[in-house]
């Protein structure tokens, strides 16, 4: 089974041989039917069909392309703005790479940066919306992973794209990353160009127009994941210059582990190893036997890890060595005081308001 990074450089065509290019021509092969299939399906949903509307707005956080695009950090951001504003919001995803009757790890690791926030995981995210409203009486719903999930009406669609592979290699998956057709931007109400901060100026403007082609009105958004300080599996921050100049080890289960190395550089860490997890990989006593024995072999001060992988191994060390996960905060580029307006026109009116209205 290839990695996220192997399966990067076969699909953007820097993996080179007479295999290679048999397994990219099969599998541009399938690519074309399951394209088709999902432009289909968003013509019948475009026309209105199946979709379900609820009595509270509904903003969805999604994707264009598989992989991690920093979903997490803006839902997070999204809701502390929500709170900040007195809205009592919930949070809804299917739970992807959830065991049974477990929260996922996306779930455990906004649960302790959100704990007044109800999360609620359901692959029919139409009864989740239900049960928000009615049990939690939530005035606002976010729909984190919902760019796709067509069948609950949303009131505003944020779209996030990785600056270091917006538009999935050009091809839909299994052929490329993208979901569906880069024509699905015509959706979105908003684009956030996600890790901004590791392209230029030229590259920014390059990848707005092109998405201008397909989203005209769209808001526009660049952010970055600023890297915030170091945490523990029991609950310590320490700054980010606690492992500068030392020897570490890197691992991470994640859909884009560039990222995670693009955060680290900006450490000042001695990174010796790096080793990559699927996404959402379960950690296994074989996987935690694995990285004491690794990090031993390379002799490292300590090994760091995602806050995603932190929350699922849930330990402050490795055998004898520490275990710190890396926590990064959203900063923004350009257009927050735009998403912010749009956020407004969402916020429920308050008791002045609705008599004055009345």
């Known amino acids: 089974m290839l990695s996220a990074s192997e399966f990067r450089e076969l699909a953007?065509?820097?993996?080179?041989?007479?295999?290679?290019?048999l397994l990219r021509t099969l599998l541009r092969l399938i690519e074309t039917p399951y394209a088709w299939a999902m432009r289909l399906r968003n013509r019948a949903y475009d026309g209105g069909q199946g979709i379900v509307h609820v009595t509270v707005p509904v903003i969805s956080v999604g994707n264009?392309?598989?992989?991690?695009?920093?979903?997490?950090?803006?839902v997070a951001w999204i809701a502390r703005w929500l709170r900040a504003h007195d809205v009592r919001v919930t949070l809804i995803s299917r739970g992807y790479g959830a065991e049974a009757a477990s929260p996922n790890d996306e779930a455990l690791e906004l649960e302790q940066q959100l704990p007044d926030v109800p999360h609620l995981q359901n692959a029919d995210r139409i009864a989740a919306a239900q049960t928000a409203?009615?049990?939690?009486?939530?005035?606002?719903?976010?729909?984190?992973?919902?760019?796709?999930?067509?069948?609950?009406?949303?009131?505003?669609?944020l779209v996030l794209l990785d600056a270091s592979e917006p538009f999935g290699l050009g091809h839909v998956f299994p052929r490329g990353l993208l979901r569906e057709p880069v024509s699905g931007l015509r959706r979105a109400d908003c684009v956030v160009l996600s890790r901004a901060d590791m392209i230029d100026a030229d590259a920014r403007l390059a990848i707005r127009r092109h998405v201008a082609r397909f989203a005209p009105?769209?808001?526009?958004v660049e952010a970055c994941h600023a890297p915030d300080a170091w945490l523990s599996a029991s609950g310590e921050r320490r700054p980010l210059d606690m492992l500068a100049g030392q020897r570490v080890g890197a691992f991470c289960g994640l859909g884009n582990p560039l990222g995670f190395r693009h955060s680290l550089e900006a450490c000042g860490l001695i990174v010796v190893g790096f080793r990559e997890f699927p996404d959402h990989h379960p950690y296994e006593r074989t996987d935690v036997e694995s990285l004491i024995a690794w990090a031993v072999e390379l002799g490292v001060t300590a090994l760091?890890?995602?806050?995603?992988?932190?929350?699922?191994?849930?330990?402050?060390?490795?055998?004898?060595?520490?275990?710190?996960?890396?926590?990064?905060?959203?900063?923004?580029?350009?257009?927050q005081t735009d998403l912010e307006a749009e956020l407004t026109a969402l916020l429920p009116l308050s008791e002045e308001q609705a008599r004055a209205d009345s």
Do not use: M, N, Y
């Open 133 to 157: 409203i009615e049990e939690f009486d939530c005035q606002i719903i976010v729909l984190d992973d919902g760019f796709q999930h067509r069948r609950l009406a949303r009131d505003f669609d």
């Open 304 to 335: 760091v890890c995602t806050h995603k992988d932190l929350v699922k191994l849930d330990t402050d060390r490795l055998g004898s060595t520490p275990l710190w996960a890396l926590g990064v905060r959203l900063d923004f580029l350009a257009g």
């Open 217 to 220: 009105h769209a808001t526009w």
């Open 12 to 21: 953007s065509g820097r993996t080179r041989g007479w295999r290679a290019t």
């Open 64 to 74: 264009l392309t598989l992989g991690g695009t920093g979903k997490t950090p803006l």
